[in-house]
């Protein structure tokens, strides 16, 4: 078992900043681990496996400052640690933490936009080029040993990216890095965001970027306005065949009528890396769906990632320290 904590001396404007006490609720491999060491020098760093129900209880009433991934941070969480002076989250959404418990408490909370952007913008590149190229089920048969003879009617079920229209539906840090290698592989790229308009190149209303996009790509934070943004009325606005990328939040998408449209054909494919309940369950009919790629949340999950959002993490606990403003304040 690892050691339980990561500890280095120092201080920052004569407060000990290896006084505060960080959780990360995160179980980074002994590689990662040894990669991002370098990164806690002056914090006091306890490790905490997400799915360790038990230890993370157990160290949250001497936590300071929590490092979030994606365990849901409930009341109740906050009730076990009356300690608790910053939630830090390692990403963009705060969907997951209970921010009116987080104010009533005078807890902060912080992101860290843009840290994941690179990594989650290639996982959406991944998903639309797999569900072109029906990867899955292709390299499922291979394996089978029924990839050949080919099927000639793979022609028909297959294409490019080339030619094609991708709607970005959300065009921040995502979408601005996403979009240039679409221009460069020979999409026209259209986005929408409420505080866009049509003074923007390439800017749709909603259901006009449906309407006309043959890929449409989902890039926005789940709040009230978004919940089930892409309902059963939108996905009839789809052009027939198009296909659903979705490395946002699954609370976006209207999953039960997702479902329907991709059954019925109306939907060619879809590229999920999120869904409206996480861990997804295994039955889960999406899952059935050989149309549908799908992966575990793990969009944002590369070492460069990790290593971005540690050092802005470590950075946050280091002006906390100070009484300095945190950057990226959420609450």
Do not use: Y
């Amino acid at each position: 078992m690892p050691p339980p904590r990561t500890r280095a001396a120092g201080t920052v404007s004569g407060v000990p900043i290896d006084s505060l006490r960080v959780l990360f609720h995160f179980d980074a491999g002994p590689a990662l681990r040894e990669r991002l060491v370098p990164l806690l020098a002056g914090l006091d760093v306890r490790w905490c496996a997400e799915q360790d129900e038990e230890r993370f209880a157990g160290l949250l009433p001497d936590t300071d400052v929590l490092w979030h991934v994606l365990r849901p941070i409930t009341a109740a969480d906050f009730d076990r640690a009356p300690r608790l002076r910053l939630v830090q989250k390692l990403g963009t959404g705060v969907n997951t933490i209970d921010l009116d418990r987080a104010r009533a408490g005078g807890v902060a909370v912080a992101n860290m936009p843009g840290a994941n952007a690179q990594a989650v913008a290639e996982q959406a590149l991944a998903l639309m080029l797999a569900a072109l190229r029906r990867v899955v089920p292709l390299d499922a048969a291979t394996r089978a040993g029924r990839g050949w003879p080919v099927d000639t009617s793979l022609p028909e079920k297959m294409g490019e990216i080339a030619g094609r229209t991708v709607g970005l539906v959300g065009f921040g840090s995502v979408g601005r890095i996403l979009a240039p290698p679409l221009a460069a592989l020979g999409a026209t790229v259209l986005h929408h965001t409420p505080s866009g308009g049509p003074a923007t190149p390439g800017w749709r209303t909603l259901d006009d970027l449906l309407a006309e996009s043959d890929i449409v790509s989902l890039h926005l934070p789940l709040t009230a306005e978004t919940d089930r943004l892409i309902d059963a009325r939108r996905l009839a606005l789809m052009r027939p065949g198009a296909i659903l990328v979705n490395t946002a939040r699954g609370g976006v998408v209207d999953q039960p009528a997702l479902v329907a449209a991709l059954r019925s054909g109306h939907l060619r494919a879809a590229g999920l890396d999120v869904f409206s309940a996480e861990p997804v369950d295994p039955a889960d009919p999406l899952l059935r769906l050989d149309n549908v790629v799908v992966a575990p949340h793990a969009a944002w999950l590369t070492l460069e990632t990790m290593e971005r959002s540690v050092r802005a993490a470590a950075g946050n606990c280091h002006r906390l320290a100070a009484g300095e403003p945190l950057l990226n304040r959420v609450v």
